[in-house]
């Protein structure tokens, strides 16, 4: 079935690890999105592509990396520098290029730093 | 830039009562508008969209209409039922090279008494 597969579901890092949290989608998608869930504050974007070898910062993006080498995967990892890590991590795709319709989300990432 | 005010949660109703989400937003042009929910443990999956001013979107008895002279693209069904215990994000798309970078509100959360 086509969609969007995240792993790991949950993760627990040790302070100053990085982690790297995985996004695979078989949509045929262009555009691919990182989301970050706080309870209360909603969805707050990290980091999205249009394109592949293409990306651009979000409202949230210092402490956070990415790539986009294949049009499927749009790879997010989680660096040392990122003071307050724990969250759910959401990531999405669409149509992208021009007007964006629907986005496609997978069943996110639970990160805790221990 | 663009922004999104949900209304804030929790709203808690009984079933069969009438429900509004309101929803306002900030924008330049002529954004998309969208309507996400998210069921506890899940991703997000888009619940309706409207892409133009007047336009209605409706999907599983839910209904809202995008108002471009309030700005404002509520959310509303006429009987809720406990299975529609969930968050509901208002969402923008903007109409310009804004038009990837998806903004989200901060979500509501609806619970449903029996």
């Known amino acids: 079935d086509g969609g969007i597969t995240q792993s790991p579901k949950y993760l627990f890092r040790k302070e100053g690890q990085n982690v790297t949290l995985s996004c695979e989608q078989n949509?045929?998608?262009?555009?691919m999105y990182w989301y970050r869930q706080d309870p209360g504050q909603g969805l707050r974007l990290i980091y999205y592509s249009q394109i592949v070898n293409d990306f651009q910062k979000g409202d949230i993006a210092e402490g956070y990396s990415v790539s986009r080498e294949k049009k499927e995967s749009f790879p997010l990892t989680v660096t040392s520098a990122q003071k307050n890590p724990t969250a759910f991590y959401l990531c999405a795709s669409s149509r992208g290029q021009g007007k964006t319709g629907e986005l496609f989300f997978g069943e996110g990432s639970r990160l805790t730093v221990l | 830039g663009n922004s999104v005010t949900q209304m804030e949660g929790p709203v808690t109703l009984s079933e069969e009562a009438f429900l509004t989400i309101n929803c306002t937003y900030t924008a330049t042009g002529y954004p998309s508008l969208f309507w996400y929910v998210q069921y506890p443990g899940e991703g997000l999956q888009l619940l309706l969209k409207?892409?133009?001013?007047?336009d209605k979107g409706s999907n599983k008895g839910f209904e809202a209409t995008y108002r471009k002279e309030t700005t404002s693209f509520h959310l509303e069904k006429g009987s809720v039922q406990v299975s529609d215990s969930a968050v509901y994000f208002c969402?923008?798309?903007?109409?310009?090279?804004?038009?990837?970078?998806?903004?989200f509100g901060s979500g509501t959360r609806l619970s449903i008494r029996p």
């Open positions: 409207a892409t133009k001013a007047d």
């Open positions: 969402a923008l798309s903007g109409w310009d090279s804004s038009a990837s970078k998806i903004i």
């Open positions: 949509l045929n998608h262009d555009a």
